[in-house]
Nanobody
Framework: QVQLVESGGGSVQPGGSLRLSCAAS????????MIWYRQPPGAQREYVARIHSGGSTNYADAVKGRFTISRGDTKNLGYLQMNNLRPEDTAVYYC?????????WGQGTQVTVSS
């Protein structure tokens, strides 16, 4: 079973930046899409951004213009560059990868934005 691991979370001040990574325990072929979600404290999981195999991207309104999703390779699958972070971006961030026969989730990485 392939496992996903998110990394790059941490604590930053408002206005700061973080780059989240999503990596697989072994190469994933037939990649269809990578989607980032987040779950703020005491709230439900929410959509953040996605990228398709062809390179098209989509963002939630709350992060548009501040976050950038990008692809990597078959093992370091992709990234979420987060700039101009706000306290309301505080959440556990999850990577979801959809491949031809797989729908994979990582365990999440904590992002805390606070002064």
């Amino acid at each position: 079973q392939v496992q996903l691991v998110e990394s790059g979370g941490g604590s930053v001040q408002p206005g700061g930046s973080l780059r989240l990574s999503c990596a697989a325990s072994r190469s994933i072929l037939n990649f269809n899409a990578m989607i980032w979600y987040r779950q703020p404290p005491g709230a439900q999981r929410e959509y953040v951004a996605r990228i398709h195999s062809g390179g098209s991207t989509n963002y939630a309104d709350a992060v548009k213009g501040r976050f950038t999703i990008s692809r990597g390779d078959t093992k370091n699958l992709g990234y979420l560059q987060m700039n101009n972070l706000r306290p309301e971006d505080t959440a556990v961030y999850y990577c979801n990868v959809i491949a031809e026969y797989s729908n994979l989730w990582g365990q999440g990485t904590q992002v805390t934005v606070s002064s």
